[in-house]
């Protein structure tokens, strides 16, 4: 394995008491607001849709807020958008993990 | 819940080709380095030596070095010493995740 190869992951998450808001509910979220469904966006993520609702409501209990609205439909395709609180949580977490992914690039470079 | 009190977390792994070096090995490194031994290790983070063993190995195959050596004590208590590979990129490892993670607390409180 060349040392060129190594590479890094991180995860973020975002708690109060509970780690429950991460990359799983945040690219749910993402999809939700491009499709519109929330169905939608588990197909799409590979996801069952238990899962989905229950990692959703996990964080929502923590945050204190709901993410998204409008998920009666179920499986069989109602319309879902982000909540506004959702949204703002959503364009803010986006930005942090993007800039914390940016600046562990460089520094990877150095350290590595 | 108070918005002062939202926190963030962040993993980092290391990998080529399985994310399996993280913050479990890394923290048994960082504890055999204190404590000469990996079942001293164990005992301090209340992880069975079982799963220690297999993290590590797991870290080790996909990294393609040792990473600690002399563990054949097993749960008896034999001396573990770093592999020389293992202590270098215990301290890249260490150096990156405290740059990230300062360099985050502060991002965070600028945008949350």
């Avoid at 923590?62 to 439909?73: K, N």
């Avoid at 959702?86 to 600046?103: D, H, N, P, R, S």
């Amino acid at each position: 394995m060349k040392k060129e190869d190594l590479k890094f992951h991180i995860r973020m998450r975002m708690y109060y008491e509970e780690k429950n808001f991460g990359p799983g509910v945040a690219s749910l979220m993402t999809l939700v607001k491009e499709k519109g469904s929330l169905s939608a966006a588990t197909r799409e993520m590979g996801m069952a849709y238990s899962k989905a609702w229950k990692i959703i409501k996990k964080a929502e209990e923590d945050l204190g807020f709901s993410l998204m609205e409008g998920q009666s439909g179920g499986s069989c395709g109602g319309k879902t958008i982000l909540t506004k609180e959702g949204e703002e949580f959503l364009e803010k977490y986006t930005k942090f993990i993007k800039e914390v992914q940016a600046f562990a690039e460089e520094r990877f470079e150095l350290i590595f």
